[in-house]
């Protein structure tokens, strides 16, 4: 990995494992959104430097999903992008999992994000059509299996993380400091990334890039409600829940009425899918997007909704991330020249 300034007042270039396998301009990855990762949100992605997935499961059939990804492939010029494959852990009857995969290689899709149960049964289908894998786990030891099943890149999220961190809740530095030494494949981590400071942290743990969702929710390119997007600019990093821990499907949410009702039903030992589906269902969810009426719904929200502190274009994010990443660097220059010349000094 190397990172290096091109040219006084110039961004920083980046040159890792991840931006190498994507080959985009930072190591950034617009992991899916349910509902949200649509055709204008990825393009958007994409044409500013970085790698975004269509969440497949935001269609309702198979010809849907082929125009999503065509409608893509024009927005981006022909640029890669990919699709986001969301797997339950366990196969459930009327899965979609193959017909995903068969429209992905149909469509010359080049890169897929796997997430939820092990990816092995499609590596090899994928492999053969020239399609690259990045699976997205809540642990290392997932990572480390993933690894050895033949997938070409993972990501990793630690505790802050919107959606699903796991059952063990390992922060992400933590996380990011073992997956760094125990995999040898790009690495990306996510969880509480918000700033290019993190992106300079996770790199200087050993990461290739990071994975980053919940800061991109205020993006004017996203499908939801103003009224949504405005409650996100006026959150705090205090305003999420975990829910489903009693499902052991841990769900990091927006703090809501729905949050607050799933929670009081846990407490009471009422947390059995039958009770809590009404509240959680994703059709709740994408209605609350449609509204804006955000006290309704298991809406998926990280701390680093602390970052989102204004709705723009996708472009003006990622720009700031990377004048932030500078500023980052040109801080860690300084304090380590400070330190060097304190110790020429015998200080």
Known sequence: MTVRRAEEGKPVQFNTRLNALFATRLPIVAGGLQWLSKAEYVAAAVNAGVMGFITAASFP????????IRRCRELTGGRDFGVNVSMLPKL??????????????????????????????YVRRLHAAGTRIIHKVPAVRFARKAEAVGVDAVSVVGAECGGHPGMDLIGTFVQAAIAAKSLSIPLAVGGGVGTGAHLVAALALGADGVLIGTRFLVSAEIPAHPDYKRHLVEATETGTDLILASLRNTARVLRNETARIVRDLEIRGAGDIETLLPYVSGEVGREAYRTGKVSQGALSLGQSVVFADRVEPLADIVARIEREATDALDRLATQCGRVARENDHGL
């Open 61 to 68: 059939d198979d010809a849907t999903l082929r125009a999503e």
């Open 92 to 121: 459930p009857s009327g899965d979609r999992t193959d017909r995903i995969i068969d429209i992905v290689i149909d469509e010359g899709v080049p890169f897929v994000e796997t997430s939820g149960r092990s990816p092995e049964l």
